[in-house]
């Protein structure tokens, strides 16, 4: 299985180590191309204005859209779940693909960034210590999306068929237990 990991920019090469236990190929997604040639799509953590520059001037936007709605798994974290997300600080979205709305950096400046103990039921997860770096805010989710897990009130972690975004980053913690989710989706 060939997973993407779009290259654009931001914390894409810390997934490597973790797909890679997790034996299939990831393959770093910077142009149309190699959209084509993959099974799977991980958005990284980033900034999301810049990868969203990016993807308009590499003209990815509608082919990620068309394999998103043709059923390509794909996961958002952080940036990435920006990226997916249907409304970002009141307007319409990037890729507009998951009926959440976002509000970022609502948890405050880089410096606020933290962990917190998160449980997460779906993965058999009691005390999960989920990385925030300048996170957003999931403050609206629609139907048919799924929340798989709560920093106090705040939707962090949320599914709707085979769309993941989480609002934390699991690749900075050592275990694959996301990573074995994601690719079983
Ligand atoms: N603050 C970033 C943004 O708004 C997201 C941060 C991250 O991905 N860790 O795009």
């Known amino acids: 299985m060939r997973v993407g990991l779009l290259g654009l920019q931001g914390a894409f090469l810390d997934h490597i ?53 043709s059923g390509m798994p794909v996961w958002g974290v952080c940036a990435g779940a920006i990226l997916l997300a249907g409304q970002i600080d009141g307007s319409r979205g990037i890729i507009d693909a998951l009926a959440i709305s976002v509000i970022r950096n609502a948890y405050g400046r880089q410096i606020a960034s933290d962990t917190h103990s998160i449980q997460i039921a779906l993965l058999g997860l009691k005390e999960y210590p989920a990385i925030f770096i300048r996170a957003p805010r999931i403050n609206c989710v629609g139907q048919g999306v799924t929340v798989h897990a709560s920093r ?33 989706l």
Do not use: W
Request: aromatic share 8%; hydrophobic share 40%; glycine share 4%.
């Open 17 to 69: 180590p973790h797909l890679e236990r997790c034996k299939v190929t990831p393959v770093v997604v910077r142009d149309v191309q190699s959209l084509a040639s993959i099974d799977r799509l991980i958005i990284p953590g980033g900034e999301s204005t810049v990868m969203a520059k990016f993807l308009r001037e590499f003209g990815m936007i509608e082919p990620l859209q068309e394999r998103i709605a």
């Open 152 to 184: 106090d009130q705040d939707p962090v972690f949320v599914q709707k068929d085979r769309m993941l975004a989480s609002t934390f980053h699991p690749e900075l913690n050592a275990d694959d237990v996301f990573h074995r989710y994601f690719i079983s």
